[in-house]
């Protein structure tokens, strides 16, 4: 707020001035452009006032304050891909579009004091690792879990006693994992992912690279759909398939973490153990670390909680069972098993229940949509009509096809459809978007929300021309198919489920020879793509287009970026594809322009030009030393071993599309900033292993060596 406006500095002149300028304004013109050089003085003044605090001051201060501190200066890497998106979507919010990557070293510099005073201890390394890298962070001082031989007559050590607790289930399981409390031998070789924990010197740094997104009150996917007969099987993961359960993340400042504090895979053994204390607690029961408290402030304050009919089921009425081959528990019990998000009700319960579930996924990153922030990625409603859809609400449209419907009635005007819950829309009938020229339809989920769609029938587009049909923060269980290759659709933070028979977007036939029709993809996750080649094009950023073993990308101009290609890609035209990875080959039929870069791309195809790709950027540097009659043999072995490999190829696994922490380095920093190649390369987890390493030296004791461990 500017101290002088223009209605402000007339007020300063004498009356005889603003009189004569009255009709003519050319007085008031003038004025107006000084108040508009005082206000970026004004702000330049405030600008430097707040340049002297950390929580304040623009960025490019931040290492300038750090100097002061003797920091060294972390990697905060760079604003080019909000530049680049802003540009292809200019109707979104914004102005941010890349999700936070956990490397600012804005609280880093902030905390510098904060961690000296403290520096060496295991709350205070714990703290650090997960400030500097956002991730889950656990701290073990190795030489804890070391074997001691006792000492009879005045050293006994009876907690470092050779053998284990084996009647402990709980104990058992956590055996060479981060919680580990039994006693093993010395293992003398260099820490590092697999071995050499077990040493006096050792400092071991376990990470979870895996975050955990809540849902809240979604419906439980029943074993069937619809319900043919009564059935007591049910599956949290609204897409009915086998997917772990995860921990609420917590962030403990004050001690060391505990394992129902990081975000995680829960344990069968542990979740069991958490249950049992509540039921078998004298007197008041305590609150389980995992399980629903009806007393706390929010469904989402635990791991999991499940209703029947709207109603929270208590936890003595829970049991952890393993569900692998499903078996119905007795009486009013509920059966649920961690590992695979199963729970099966008990004898006693009335048929067809209305069963919801709250608990938290795991997931890489923000791809796909999801219960994350997508504020940035909202459309910007000018004078859109807005449509609301609430299966609760009797004066609202219960389906995304009421929605469609009345906006058909309303003839068509630039409108939002909005989804604000996480409920699944089970459309039975036909949605078909077809907006005229020159306008726009969206359908829209809330900020931090995922609704579920179930089609019964593909989607149609049919937009006119310059007209575009947007699908946001959704996940999708059906198919697009294109009746009308005009104008554009565009996908954001959206889920097509893959499905290894058919094509997420497919395109009816025509005799156009060139048709206008465009597609858009960012941050989604999509099934195979089937376009004619004469489409005007395919624009893909930070997406996993997955058709398995098959074909993943078949027909027109293809400009992709930040990408991962489960399947072939047979494309007419490949102008840019940047920092992305093609599991399978590539066939580019014009290859005169375009560029690949910075990307891996297999042996046998055929693109443009290519720029520092592998593995043909690993063969060139090994074969220029190597005389002439081996150099067959040794670009042999690179294609062989430099491969990107992942965690799983699945959806919705946890670890969907995101590298094996086993893979070749030269994969993991390959892209133009030294980040990983692929859907991922937004999180920069190169970087944040580099950063993690470089504070870590400046707070370990002197002859102490840090571990790195991925958990997840």
């Not at 098959?550 to 489960?566: D, K, M, N, W």
Request: aromatic residues 8%; proline residues 7%.
């Amino acid at each position: 707020m500017t101290s002088f406006d223009t209605e402000r500095l007339m007020q300063f002149l004498p009356a005889v001035y603003r009189n004569r300028d009255a009709g003519r304004e050319e007085l008031r013109a003038l004025l107006s452009v000084i108040a508009r050089e005082i206000a970026v003085v004004e702000e330049d003044l405030a600008q430097l006032y707040d340049d002297q605090f950390i929580d304040t001051c623009a960025d490019w201060v931040i290492p300038y304050i750090g100097d002061l501190l003797g920091t060294t200066p972390l990697y905060s890497g760079s604003g080019d891909a909000d530049a680049q998106l802003s540009g292809v979507f200019p109707d979104l919010t914004g102005p941010r579009f890349s999700p936070h990557a956990a490397l600012g070293s804005r609280p880093d510099v902030a905390k510098t004091i904060y961690y000296r005073k403290r520096t060496a201890t295991r709350a205070m390394l714990e703290e650090l690792a997960a400030d500097v890298t956002g991730w889950g962070a656990h701290v073990v001082e190795m030489f804890e879990q070391l074997q001691w031989s006792q000492w009879i007559r005045n050293h006994l050590r009876l907690f470092c006693h050779e053998c284990p607790d084996i009647r402990s289930n709980e104990l058992l399981e956590r055996i060479d994992g981060p919680f580990d409390t039994t006693r093993h031998t010395v293992d003398v070789r260099r820490i590092n992912q697999l071995n050499g924990w077990y040493q006096v010197r050792n400092v071991a740094f376990f990470l979870w690279r895996l975050r955990a997104y809540p849902l809240e009150l979604v419906d439980a996917r029943a074993m069937f759909d619809p319900p043919a007969a009564p059935d007591y099987r049910f599956h949290a993961n609204r897409l009915r398939r086998d997917v772990p359960l995860f921990t609420r993340a917590q962030r403990s400042e004050s001690r060391a973490s505990t394992e129902a504090e990081i975000a995680g895979p829960i344990r069968h053994a542990l979740f069991r153990q958490d249950i049992r204390r509540k039921q078998l607690s004298p007197g008041p029961p305590p609150a389980t670390d995992f399980y629903g408290d009806p007393d706390a402030f929010s469904d989402l304050d635990r791991s999991l909680a499940i209703y029947l009919d709207g109603a929270l089921l208590p936890p003595e009425l829970i049991c952890a069972s393993d569900l692998t081959n499903w078996r119905q528990p007795s009486g009013k019990l509920v059966a649920v098993d961690v590992h695979t998000g199963r729970i099966a009700l008990g004898l006693d319960y009335d048929p067809l229940p209305k069963v919801s579930v709250s608990y938290h996924y795991g997931f890489p990153g923000d791809v796909g949509g999801g219960s994350y922030a997508r504020s940035s990625w909202m459309i910007k409603p000018k004078g859109d009509r807005l449509y609301r859809v609430d299966r609760n609400d009797p004066l609202l449209p219960h389906t995304i096809a009421d929605a469609v419907k009345q906006w058909n009635i309303d003839l068509k005007p630039n409108a939002i459809i909005v989804l604000a819950d996480n409920f699944t829309y089970y459309e039975d009938k036909l949605v078909r978007l077809d907006p005229p020229a020159g306008r726009r339809i969206a359908i829209e989920a809330a900020d931090r929300s995922q609704p579920h769609i179930v089609l019964s029938q593909p989607i149609e587009i049919a937009c006119a021309s310059d007209a575009t049909a947007t699908l946001s923060g959704l996940l999708i269980e059906g198919a697009i198919r294109i009746t009308q290759r005009d104008g554009t659709l565009r996908l954001l933070h959206t889920t097509l489920v893959p499905d290894a028979v058919a094509s997420s977007i497919t395109a009816t036939p025509s005799n156009v020879a060139v048709d206008r029709f465009r597609l858009q993809l960012a941050f989604s996750i999509v099934g195979a793509l089937t376009l004619p080649p004469a489409s005007r094009g395919v624009t893909i950023f930070d997406s996993v287009v997955d058709g398995g073993t098959g074909a993943a990308i078949t027909g027109p101009s293809l400009h992709i970026e930040r990408s991962t290609v489960f399947g072939t890609a047979d494309v007419r035209e490949l102008p840019m594809a940047s920092e992305s990875i093609f599991t399978d080959v590539v066939h580019v039929e014009r290859r005169q322009q375009g560029c690949v870069r910075f990307s891996f791309v297999p042996e046998g195809s055929r693109t443009p030009r290519r720029y520092r790709c592998q593995p043909d950027l690993e063969i060139r540097k090994r074969s220029d030393a190597a005389p002439a009659a081996a150099r067959a043999a040794i670009a042999d072995e690179v294609r062989e071993l430099l491969v990107p490999s992942f965690t799983s190829t699945h959806y919705p696994d946890p670890g969907y599309a995101q590298l094996h922490r086993n893979v070749p380095r030269q994969i993991f920093t390959g892209a133009e900033d030294f980040a990983e190649m692929g859907v991922y390369c937004h999180l920069k987890q190169p970087q944040r292993e580099t950063n993690l390493r470089a504070r870590i030296q400046e707070h370990l004791p002197f002859g102490f060596e840090a571990g790195l461990i991925y958990v997840t």
